[in-house]
């Protein structure tokens, strides 16, 4: 069974950093691109970032480029998304999701969230 | 960047009765290789989104059959033929043709009447 599972959430002061973690079981996770989707609170989805098989093709949105860093492990099926210079509009869950998105495995699994809260 | 626009944003719906959600995009998305990128995803109320529809029309394993998607270029369907009580949720588009960024519609929340 597909599992993933994020952690490192938390409430972080304006211009405070953070390191968000997934954790992937239950497929070959080297060969899946993975990527961030985060959701404000009552809000929609955003796609914030995208990272390769390998690692070295690497992708994101415009509102967080230059402030967040997407990064794998693939010897520890793990998923990360440094986060630095976090403002309020950051504050949302962020959701780990497989797939690479001119394939069938679009965006096919996600995981449970983790909230972030950006305020003083 | 692509933009998704979903309508309508709230769809009141009778037990068993169909619904059809609307989903288009401000320019084609069918891809240099011939495919169209247009997926739908299902947000049951505090639960993550899950991927009903992949590539306007193929259903994922586990979704039932009363749903279906359908369009082409830059006009998108999802319909549920008869909506049942664990289908309430937002509904959303997402664009992956012309990506990166990828892109969601707004979405679309069922309700029941």
Same mark, same amino acid.
């Given at each position: 069974?597909?599992?993933?599972?994020?952690?490192?959430?938390?409430?972080?002061? #304006? $211009?405070?950093? &953070?390191?968000?973690?997934?954790?992937? =079981?239950g497929?070959?996770?080297?060969? /899946?691109?993975?990527?961030? !989707?985060?959701?404000? #609170? $009552?809000?929609? &989805?955003?796609?914030v970032?995208?990272? =390769?098989?390998?690692?070295n093709?690497? /992708?994101?949105?415009?509102s !967080?480029?230059?402030?967040?860093?997407?990064?794998?492990d693939?010897a520890?099926?793990?998923?990360?998304?440094?986060?630095?210079?976090?403002?309020?509009?950051?504050?949302a869950?962020?959701?780990?999701?497989?797939g690479?998105?001119?394939?069938t495995?679009?965006?096919?699994?996600?995981?449970?969230?983790?909230?972030?809260?950006?305020?003083? | 960047?692509?933009?998704?626009?979903?309508?309508?944003?709230?769809?009141?719906?009778?037990?068993?009765?169909?619904?059809s959600?609307?989903?288009?995009?401000?320019q084609s998305?069918?891809?240099?290789?011939?495919?169209?990128?247009?997926?739908?995803?299902?947000?049951?109320?505090?639960?993550?989104?899950?991927?009903?529809?992949?590539?306007?029309?193929?259903?994922?394993?586990?979704?039932?059959?009363?749903?279906?998607?359908?369009?082409?270029?830059?006009?998108?369907?999802?319909?549920?033929?008869?909506?049942?009580?664990?289908?309430?949720?937002?509904?959303?588009c997402?664009?992956?043709?012309h990506?990166?960024?990828?892109?969601?519609?707004?979405?679309?929340k069922?309700?029941?009447?």
């Open positions: 069974e597909v599992q993933l599972v994020e952690s490192g959430g938390g409430l972080v002061q #304006p $211009g405070g950093s &953070l390191r968000l973690s997934c954790a992937a =079981s497929f070959t996770f080297s060969s /899946y691109t993975m990527n961030w !989707v985060r959701q404000a #609170p $009552g809000k929609g &989805l955003e796609w970032s995208d990272i =390769s098989r390998s690692g093709v690497i /992708y994101y949105a415009d !967080v480029r230059g402030r967040f860093t997407i990064s794998r693939n520890k099926n793990s998923l990360f998304l440094q986060m630095n210079s976090l403002r309020a509009d950051d504050t869950v962020y959701y780990c999701v497989r690479y998105c001119t394939g495995n679009c965006l096919d699994y996600w995981g449970q969230g983790t909230l972030v809260t950006v305020s003083s | 960047d692509v933009v998704m626009t979903q309508s309508p944003l709230s769809l009141p719906v009778t037990l068993g009765q169909p619904a959600i609307s989903c288009r995009s401000s998305l069918v891809h240099s290789d011939g495919n169209t990128y247009l997926n739908w995803f299902q947000q049951r109320p505090g639960q993550s989104p899950r991927r009903l529809i992949y590539k306007v029309s193929n259903r994922d394993s586990g979704v039932p059959d009363r749903f279906s998607g359908s369009g082409s270029g830059t006009d998108f369907t999802l319909k549920i033929s008869r909506v049942e009580a664990e289908d309430v949720g937002v509904y959303y997402m664009q992956a043709t990506w990166p960024p990828l892109t969601f519609g707004g979405g679309t069922v309700e029941i009447k």
